[in-house]
């Protein structure tokens, strides 16, 4: 039995006292409720609205889950990502909002028309490409994963909001023969034994950790990307907080040129990437600055 209250303001009391912050207490009471997830104006005018015994078991549950560090978006299911809901379970990586930054860079260095052709490497729930196909409809996107779970995830998203990206399964670019005008990836970058992995047990562990030093994948992509890219196509890759200059690095040495690093909101360098088959070019590190 629930040692709270049976209405809504007590509820949101609890699990403050419980541990959870104003967003996620009112998220998960929302959830209980049936109600759409953004709607706490609801909660604020109907603090004294009932809560059954049912809805108050569940409650009960999901804080305690969330307690156990499981993430927000596995418990009610959804996670907003770029303007888009997105259904996502532990079968994909809860998506970051530090993802948005590779979005806004795609949408910033490739021209509206002609058709660009862009292919998202990992895809996961299918975050990245469905947020290019929601902005650039005329684009053809595709997006590639290794899991048929994640793929599952990814082509019901793509059903549910009705964008059109091909998804495929498959390692990284094997045999993938292009060529595209760009490939955008968060690939896992996490080193095998960082600390912080401890944190993160119930999302998957292989669209997590990359090798002893987290680059393993990063430097698969890298290597195989020019001959998949177009003429001048552009390669963007999410990163850790202490990897952009290994990245930059790893482009540099395979070809791309100027390589440039992107800072997500809280100002750490979270992206980096460049451009194929340019002769000459300047490293330019930290453009936005």
Not at 48 to 63: F, I, R, Y
Not at 158 to 173: D, I, K
Not at 178 to 185: H, K, Q, R, T
Request: one cysteine or more; glycine letters at 8%; charged letters at 20%.
């Amino acid at each position: 039995m629930a040692d709270f209250a049976p209405t809504v303001r007590a509820a949101l009391d609890w699990a403050r006292q419980r541990g959870l912050d104003r967003t996620e207490a009112q998220t998960l009471v929302l959830h209980a409720l049936g109600k759409p997830l953004h709607a706490s104006a609801w909660l604020l005018a109907h603090g004294d609205a009932p809560l059954d015994g049912t809805t108050q078991d569940q409650l009960t549950a999901w804080v305690a889950r969330r307690l156990a560090s499981e993430p927000l978006a596995y418990i009610t299911g959804r996670k907003a990502f770029y303007g888009l809901e997105l259904a996502v379970d532990a079968r994909v990586l809860d998506p970051r909002a530090d993802t948005e930054t590779l979005v806004d860079w795609a949408l910033e260095v490739l021209p509206e028309a002609p058709i660009q052709r862009v292919l998202d490497l990992g895809t996961g729930s299918g975050a990245i490409a469905l947020a290019l196909q929601q902005a650039r409809p005329h684009w053809q996107i595709q997006a590639i994963d290794r899991s048929a779970d994640a793929l599952s995830v990814a082509r019901e998203n793509a059903r549910r909001l009705q964008l059109p990206v091909r998804f495929h399964e498959g390692s990284w670019l094997t045999g993938f023969a292009g060529p595209v005008d760009a490939i955008v990836s968060n690939p896992p970058y996490i080193a095998a034994a960082d600390p912080h992995l401890a944190a993160l047990t119930h999302e998957p562990l292989d669209a997590l950790a990359s090798g002893a030093d987290g680059l393993d994948d990063l430097r698969q992509i890298v290597a195989a990307a020019g001959p998949c890219l177009a003429p001048r196509g552009w390669l963007l890759l999410e990163h850790g907080h202490d990897q952009a200059a290994a990245v930059r690095a790893l482009l540099q040495d395979a070809g791309f040129t100027p390589v440039q690093s992107r800072r997500d909101l809280a100002g750490i360098e979270r992206c980096s990437g460049g451009q194929y088959g340019i002769a000459t070019g300047t490293v330019a590190v930290n453009p936005n600055d």
